[in-house]
């Protein structure tokens, strides 16, 4: 038997009529009732429904009568570079999650109970027939903000680059998406960043960099001999600028003090993918797809290397040798910082201040954090923590600070 099920946020007498007329001898079953909703980057506020909002679709699902799903329950975290991204008709087309999943779910992303939980046990106790033995309720985790700490060592790019094995580095007469490369055992590459490299190539004191037949998927960072031309990306506005998906055959000035030749770098980062939609939506090739070309004042450049920048958990902590910290914090850069734990506790990395990038606790991959919100933290639950040393790497692709600063609280945005 196939069962058809609805998933919505509002309107359940609708939906489930529908529903019952498309099967009237099944029962009405709501796969997702949305309990809340996810936020994108660059949203001025944290997605949030009311209590009483939310209690009365509930009620009115079970009162229908109908089963019940909620999504969520309990509120997540898109550790790593998990998370999905939606597509939409209006600019900007394409919207990146953040890494909080919180979702304003009745058990928020660490687990704790909020107004929802209370309202949905009382509902669902209202129209349970069957007297349900209730187990006590855990005990909520303790969190801690920890005292700054401050940012000891640091790889500028070319030194984070010369650290990639050679099995992650490919030599190709044009430009390739990240899927495609010969990496990860002929499997390409799923996650993360990828480099385009000419080592050798002729700029002028104003020389004009072109994306041809194509755009950056998602964002692409250009450097000469290891200085970012790339200026900090703050606003939507930019988007329609060289260097991401909104435009394609967009141009770049490349002011140089001089005539010479130069090392080229297009880092490439890939945002998330899409994870709802129609067929079309699911063309998801990263990086620089095959048809593009790179024109330097008008002529193609050709013979690349290719760098795959995965930050995968192993290399991340074989990571030494680290620096000085310059009192000029140029990115992109990776930075190292040192925890000292007695007792591991939940806790929070308040990002506000740091530009664009992700960070790694003792090798882990926390995920992204943006300046351009709505979220400014990074959740830290206390497994990942150890007793005494915990390293801290934060690459960043922008604007650095001196310091990470701990919360005990997340930063979600305006509700």
């Given at each position: 038997m196939v069962l058809q099920t609805a998933n919505f946020q509002i309107n359940p007498e609708d939906e489930?009529?529908?529903?019952?007329?498309?099967?009237?001898?099944?029962?009405?079953?709501?796969?997702?009732?949305?309990?809340?909703?996810?936020?994108?980057?660059?949203?001025?506020?944290?997605?949030?429904?009311?209590v009483e909002a939310f209690?009365?679709?509930?009620?009115?699902?079970?009162?229908?009568?109908?089963?019940?799903?909620?999504?969520?329950?309990?509120?997540?975290?898109?550790?790593?570079?998990?998370?999905?991204?939606?597509?939409?008709?209006?600019?900007?087309?394409?919207?990146?999650?953040?890494?909080?999943?919180?979702?304003?779910?009745?058990?928020?992303?660490?687990?704790d109970y909020t107004n929802k939980y209370y309202a949905c046990k009382h509902i669902v106790a209202k129209?349970?027939?069957?007297?349900?033995?209730?187990?006590?309720?855990?005990?909520?985790?303790?969190?801690?903000?920890?005292?700054?700490?401050?940012?000891?060592?640091?790889?500028?790019?070319?030194?984070i680059i010369d650290r990639i094995a050679p099995e992650d580095r490919t030599k190709s007469d044009s430009v390739v998406h990240m899927e495609k490369l010969p990496v990860n055992n002929g499997n390409g590459q799923s996650y993360g960043f990828v480099l385009y490299r000419h080592a050798e190539v002729a700029v002028r004191v104003n020389s004009t960099l072109q994306i041809k037949n194509g755009a950056f998927y998602d964002m692409g960072i250009v450097l000469l001999d290891g200085e970012r031309k790339t200026e900090k990306l703050t606003s939507t506005s930019q988007l329609l600028q060289f260097g991401y998906w909104?435009?394609?055959?967009?141009?770049?000035?490349?002011?140089?003090?001089?005539?010479?030749?130069?090392?080229?770098?297009?880092?490439?980062?890939?945002?998330?993918r899409v994870n709802f939609g129609v067929h079309a939506t699911f063309d998801q090739r990263k990086g620089l797809l095959e048809n593009t070309k790179i024109l330097l004042d008008d002529e193609e450049v050709t013979g690349w290397e290719i760098v795959s920048l995965q930050f995968k958990s192993k290399w991340v902590n074989s990571l030494d040798a680290w620096?000085?910290?310059?009192?000029?914090?140029?990115?992109?850069?990776?930075?190292?910082?040192?925890?000292?734990?007695?007792?591991?506790?939940?806790?929070?990395?308040?990002?506000?201040?740091?530009?664009?990038?992700?960070?790694?606790?003792?090798?882990?991959?926390?995920?992204?954090?943006?300046?351009?919100?709505?979220?400014?933290?990074?959740?830290?639950?206390?497994?990942?923590?150890?007793?005494?040393?915990?390293?801290?790497?934060?690459?960043?692709?922008?604007?650095?600070?001196?310091?990470?600063?701990?919360?005990?609280?997340?930063?979600?945005g305006p509700e």
């Open positions: 489930l009529s529908l529903l019952k007329k498309f099967q009237p001898d099944k029962p009405g079953m709501v796969m997702e009732y949305w309990s809340g909703w996810f936020d994108h980057w660059f949203e001025k506020q944290h997605h949030t429904t009311s209690s009365d679709v509930l009620e009115r699902i079970l009162k229908f009568p109908a089963s019940v799903n909620l999504y969520m329950f309990h509120g997540g975290t898109n550790f790593g570079f998990h998370n999905g991204a939606n597509i939409q008709d209006e600019f900007p087309h394409y919207l990146a999650d953040v890494t909080s999943y919180d979702y304003d779910a009745p058990l928020t992303e660490t687990g129209y349970n027939k069957v007297l349900t033995k209730v187990p006590s309720s855990p005990v909520v985790s303790k969190k801690m903000a920890y005292k700054p700490i401050s940012v000891t060592g640091q790889l500028n790019f070319n030194q909104e435009t394609k055959n967009a141009k770049l000035s490349l002011i140089s003090a001089s005539y010479g030749t130069r090392t080229l770098d297009i880092l490439v980062e890939n945002w998330g620096g000085p910290v310059s009192s000029h914090m140029t990115a992109p850069t990776l930075f190292l910082a040192t925890l000292q734990v007695d007792t591991p506790y939940d806790t929070f990395l308040d990002m506000r201040g740091w530009g664009r990038g992700a960070v790694f606790i003792n090798g882990f991959n926390l995920g992204r954090y943006f300046s351009a919100g709505p979220t400014h933290s990074l959740y830290i639950p206390a497994p990942l923590l150890k007793t005494g040393t915990n390293h801290i790497v934060v690459f960043e692709l922008f604007t650095a600070q001196a310091q990470l600063v701990f919360t005990d609280k997340p930063i979600l």
